[in-house]
């Protein structure tokens, strides 16, 4: 390792010998971009990964004063990689730049790739508000490059987060659209099911009975077969005992529900707040009588 550490420092120094030198037509920010290169690869292969991420921002920089955006915009992405390995926040800070020089030159579907790469690194970070931020500018962009399968599976990544962060209309109206524009697709409509019951979750945190009851018909207006679904019976008999105000069989339809088709961490987490928000409600009557 310490071999490697000594190569990558070696090419380092030639790099910026190279750029202190004089050239003709700036041919030495190019062979400094090479030494530069092999400097990052060989910290690489020592594992020193905050040496390889500083050499390829170096490269970068010997791009951008060639004009070269989109070679400097790999090179951010390629410190971006090594800095993944030890800091969240400098990755994110070199991807950023990187989308923001694809998009000045038009790649919009790679920079549409790296606002996705850079959500991921937010939700990771459990920091949902600006994960969300980063899929929504996925979304948008792959959406206009019509690359609409990877769009949607962003936009779901969205309603998540929107969920997660109690924005419940707005989760609710991904899910409703994405329904919408499945229904009639012979390889997605068998997924519509499953958009339905995520929306009708989010009606049920929000703990209006009568709207998701407007929403279960419109659901079966949209899907004539989810009214004979498992699905959506869960979703009937938990409206059924929220208007009852019924813990106990609340829990009792979540439970055989989660034994017949398992229930995934997103949608326990909204069937505990839901429940938990039954729960405050019963004792608050309680309290009133």
């Known amino acids: ?13 030639a790099a910026e010998k190279k750029m202190r030198g004089w050239a003709f037509w700036g041919y030495k920010y190019d062979d400094a971009a090479d030494l530069f290169e092999k400097a990052a690869n060989s910290y690489k292969l020592g594992k020193f990964w905050e040496k390889a991420g500083s050499a390829y921002i170096k490269r970068a920089d010997c791009h951008l004063k060639l004009e070269s955006k989109h070679e400097a915009a790999s090179a951010y992405v390629d410190a971006a990689s090594c800095y993944k390995k030890i800091s969240a926040q400098d990755s994110l800070r070199c991807l950023i ?43 948008d962009l792959y959406h206009g490059e019509e690359i609409n399968s990877t769009a949607n599976q962003c936009r779901l990544k969205v309603a998540q987060f929107a969920s997660q962060l109690e924005l419940y209309p707005k989760a609710i109206e991904i899910f409703e659209s994405i329904a919408k524009e499945s229904i009639n697709n012979s390889l997605l409509k068998y997924n519509v099911k499953g958009y339905l019951v995520n929306a009708g979750l989010c009606q049920i945190c929000r703990g209006d009975t009568m709207a998701l009851n407007n929403a279960l018909e419109k659901y079966q207006e949209l899907d004539p077969t989810f009214s004979g679904t498992r699905e959506c019976k869960f979703l009937d008999d938990l409206v059924l005992s929220i208007d009852e105000e019924d813990v106990e069989k609340f829990t009792d339809v979540v439970k055989e529900f989660d034994s017949l088709s398992r229930l995934d961490q997103w949608k326990t987490t909204l069937l505990l707040r839901a429940k938990n928000s039954l729960k405050a409600k019963e004792l608050e009557e309680d309290d009133l009588t």
């Open 97 to 139: 730049l990187a989308v923001n020089h694809f998009m000045e030159i038009g790649r919009l579907s790679t920079a549409a790739k790296h606002n996705k790469d850079i959500g991921e690194i937010y939700e990771n970070e459990q920091d949902f508000e600006k994960a969300m931020e980063f899929f929504e500018r996925a979304a």
């Open 1 to 13: 390792m310490a071999e490697h550490e000594a190569k990558g420092a070696e090419f380092e120094k």
